[in-house]
């Protein structure tokens, strides 16, 4: 397969992509516009970039809102009750139902890598069990990475540390953390001991909730870039939401910063989720519970954006538009930028690919996988203004989805 008339991000003029199977085969420049043959694509002077990535859903929970209760009040507290009561409801089946129909939304999309977070605190590991099915059985559609993720803590839930251990024996990708939730600072701290050194041991790659709260006093990301710095496990490793960053005074976080860049460490921020559920315990001033995704990017450190939650007790909207997000992320966190905006398909497309390590597996380069997408904007910059789609999704060298984009008739 060829594609033609392809404009690639950050490159001047025309490219036609040879597909040879899987693989990409060549990419060269053009002369001239060209006319495709039938079974060629045509980008039509758009876009061709690789897949967006999903960094960062619960897929376990996704399409359960409502269910037997609404979150009334919109709180990440409400939604952890209505949860609690939705759990109870949970079975194999209802599980893998739900993540391989929220795949399909991903997938619909343009994304083709996504990082799952699956709570393992339950005693029968039951929707890592599922998930570690689902992941098999939807190769053909994404690259999906599984993190054992404690949802009720790891010191503070009976037996979490067994559990972890057995979910990265079952298969887990990624070893998870939520050092916030705890019950203590020090058990917050050995959380994180004790999760990094299972990373280190067993091979995985680390992606920690890490305060994930309004609360300034909230300091675990010191805790985890300097076990990822003293570990050179930097790469591998990735903290999420860190909102309470947000809310560090300025002298605090100039010195973690230094701390921040030494480790290497990649960040995800989950922009419509946490303008949700933080700032609850505000009046006016409201805080907007973010981390500092513009300041982390400026200092030269990795960020990319996520959905976090799609149709579940936390947050009840979403559609598997990650391009509805990062819209969303660039006004939140003052991102408009010029500079911002023509860059901006970095926070879910190559920036996030470096959070999941996917190394060689990503990327528009020769001998790398024939997995791409024709989006329908020119630009990253047009892309954004004319809130714009994935129109075909390439896979394995395969089209996996096309999109027909809506067409207006004016009288
Ligand atoms: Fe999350």
């Not at 950050?10 to 899987?22: F, K, M, P």
């Not at 045509?42 to 960094?55: C, I, K, R, T």
């Not at 058990?187 to 994930?212: N, T």
Request: with cysteine.
């Amino acid at each position: 397969m060829i594609i033609h008339n392809a404009r690639l991000r950050g490159r001047d003029g025309l490219y036609r992509i040879t597909l040879n199977g899987a693989e990409i085969a060549a990419i060269d420049i053009q002369t001239a516009s060209a006319t495709p043959a039938a079974d060629d694509l045509d980008a039509a002077g758009n876009l061709v970039v690789p897949p967006f990535v999903e960094p960062h859903i619960h897929l376990d929970a996704t399409l359960t809102a409502g269910e037997p209760a609404w979150n009334m009040s919109g709180t990440l507290f409400e939604g952890i009750e209505r949860w609690a009561e939705r759990k109870a409801l949970v079975t194999h089946e209802d599980t893998k139902t739900r993540a391989k129909k929220t795949i399909d939304m991903l997938v619909d999309h343009g994304i083709q890598h996504v990082r799952t977070h699956v709570d393992v605190t339950d005693p029968t590991l039951a929707a890592l069990k599922a998930m570690l099915e689902v992941r098999e059985e939807t190769r053909h559609l994404i690259d999906l990475q599984i993190v054992a993720f404690p949802q009720e803590g790891i010191e503070s839930y009976a037996n979490g540390r067994a559990l972890m251990e057995q979910a990265i024996e079952l298969g887990a990708d990624v070893v998870g953390g939520i050092p916030h939730f705890e019950n203590t600072r020090d058990q917050g701290v050995s959380s994180i001991k004790f999760l990094m050194e299972l990373a280190e041991r067993s091979g995985c790659l680390v992606d920690v909730h890490c305060d994930e709260t309004d609360d300034p006093q909230s300091r675990f990301l010191e805790v985890l870039a300097e076990e990822a710095r003293v570990r050179g496990m930097g790469a591998r490793v990735t903290a999420s939401h860190t909102t309470a960053m947000g809310s560090y005074d300025n002298a605090y976080c100039s010195k973690l910063f230094r701390l921040l860049k030494m480790s290497g460490i990649s960040f995800v921020s989950c922009p419509t989720e946490s303008i949700h559920l933080q700032g609850r315990f505000d009046t006016y001033p409201k805080r907007r519970g973010l981390t500092r995704v513009a300041e982390i990017d400026r200092a030269g450190m990795n960020v990319c954006f996520g959905q976090d939650s799609i149709v579940d007790p936390w947050y009840p909207l979403g559609n598997g538009n990650i391009l509805r997000i990062l819209e969303a992320g660039l006004h939140i966190c003052h991102m408009l930028g010029y500079d911002d905006l023509k860059r901006s398909l970095d926070l879910i497309t190559d920036n996030s690919a470096r959070a999941l390590n996917l190394g060689e597996r990503y990327g528009l380069e020769i001998g790398r996988p024939a997995n791409l997408l024709i989006l329908s904007a020119p630009d990253d910059y047009e892309m954004v203004r004319s809130q714009g789609h994935a129109l075909v999704s390439v896979r394995h060298g395969k089209v996996l989805m096309r999109r027909t984009p809506a067409s207006i008739e004016r009288s």
